[in-house]
């Protein structure tokens, strides 16, 4: 029994030491960069009540929240996605605010499913919501603060890919596809399983030049020039629209000076059905999905009372770490503070000297020396701080260099 609970449950895992000190610089780092831009931090609870996850939100399948109940019989979740909470949160202290609300968060997130090949249930997130701003500038915005917050963390060598929900949904609009159908063309669109969309579309009947076009959504990852053809290949006011707004962003995107990232893929869609314009994901080499996702959700916080326009983005922190390892990109880990090693009958000498480095705030750790017969220079090998000192018995202080 003893022996078991020394293992976490499948699916969580113990992050400590270099590993735990480079993500608390990956999550500095990002969380600098979003600041640049003017956004202010939040912090909501790691459990709400269930409903602000439901199904009519359109966030996390209940299947997979983690759900429990509290002593008066209300059933409560841990979040799933951080997005809902901040539209909660927004609705309710800036019911009647008009300018732009800005908010950064970081803090854990909880996935209750097994099928994660091999993926965490419980991961790192940081990320950012721009409220109360429906333009096209505000899209750009998002999309720059993600790309200067991966340049930050070392990242050289990632793409954003971009894609409009309103093109999908306004080609499954004329084509007459109800909403459960819709779903499900999402999902294998989603996952560019092009057989599968193709035998969907064949069991509804649907129209074989609205097939056509729908198919290819999941065939094909396109440049800016693609756009032209995209459009010519509509005729719905809707997916018009949205070609339009993908054409406008990537013009303020340039102004940036960010274009060599961009890239645009029409059957990006997300499993979160709360979004509702340009949506995106970033890529990089080392993990097979995408570090960084978000897009527009205009009529998320209308279901919490407050009509207003939004969009975010979110980093798992993880993943981001685990490209950057396999890149060869882990951040230093500079060294930090001052240890005091001891022989036994020094103690007090040590004390007195770090009392005085901690009074000016200086982390010290004060240890005695290893009885081994093993030399300080070998022992002091891993050891990352900025000095080392040992005091002896006879009140001498030697300092080793590091």
Same mark, same amino acid.
């Not at 299947?63 to 951080?82: A, H, I, M």
């Given at each position: 029994? +003893? ?101 950064? #968060? ?49 990242? +050289? ?6 894609? $409009?929900?309103?093109?999908? +949904? ?8 109800? $909403? ?45 020039? !693609? ?31 960010? $274009? ?11 499993? #979160? ?45 993880? !993943? ?23 022989? +036994? ?58």
């Amino acid at each position: 029994m +003893k022996k078991s609970l020394l293992h976490t449950p499948e699916g969580v895992r113990d992050i400590y030491g270099e590993e735990y000190a480079r993500k608390l610089i990956i999550e500095q780092k990002l969380h600098e960069t979003i600041s640049l831009y003017g956004y202010q931090d939040i912090q909501t609870p790691t459990f709400e009540f269930f409903d602000v996850y439901s199904r009519e939100i359109g966030t996390t399948p209940s299947s997979q929240l983690y759900k429990f109940f509290d002593k008066e019989g209300n059933t409560l979740s841990l979040r799933p996605d951080f997005t809902p909470s901040c539209a909660r949160c927004a609705a309710k202290y800036f019911m009647d605010e008009t300018k732009p609300i800005r908010l950064t #968060y970081s803090g854990n997130t909880f996935t209750n499913t097994s099928n994660l090949q091999g993926k965490l249930k419980e991961v790192t997130q940081l990320g950012a919501e721009l409220m109360m701003e429906p333009s096209v500038e505000a899209d750009a915005e998002m999309i720059s603060i993600i790309i200067d917050a991966m340049k930050s963390c070392g990242l +050289k060598n990632f793409q954003i890919t971009i894609g $409009e929900v309103e093109y999908f +949904k306004g080609i499954c609009s004329q084509a007459g596809l109800n $909403e459960e159908v819709e779903l499900n063309l999402r999902d294998f669109i989603s996952a560019k399983n092009y057989f599968g969309a193709q035998e969907l579309l064949t069991q509804q009947k649907v129209r074989k030049d609205y097939a056509q076009v729908l198919l290819r959504l999941a065939d094909t990852v396109q440049g800016a020039s !693609d756009l032209t053809e995209a459009k010519a290949l509509v005729d719905n006011e809707r997916s018009l629209r949205a070609i339009e707004r993908l054409e406008q962003l990537y013009s303020v995107l340039c102004e940036y000076g960010v $274009e060599k990232y961009i890239s645009f893929d029409l059957g990006l869609l997300s499993r #979160y059905n709360y979004y509702t314009g340009v949506i995106f994901k970033g890529y990089t080499y080392g993990v097979g999905d995408a570090v960084v996702t978000g897009g527009r959700y205009d009529k998320l916080l209308s279901h919490f009372g407050k009509n207003a326009p939004a969009i975010g983005f979110v980093f798992v922190v993880d !993943d981001l770490l685990e490209a950057l390892s396999r890149q060869n990109l882990k951040p230093d880990v500079p060294a930090d503070g001052v240890l005091i090693l001891y022989e +036994k009958e020094a103690f007090l000498s040590a004390l007195q000297k770090a009392k005085q480095l901690r009074s000016q705030k200086v982390k010290t750790e004060l240890m005695p020396v290893p009885e081994s017969k093993v030399s300080c220079e070998s022992f002091l090998r891993g050891i990352n701080r900025q000095k080392v000192f040992l005091i002896k018995q006879n009140g001498s202080c030697q300092e080793f260099g590091q």
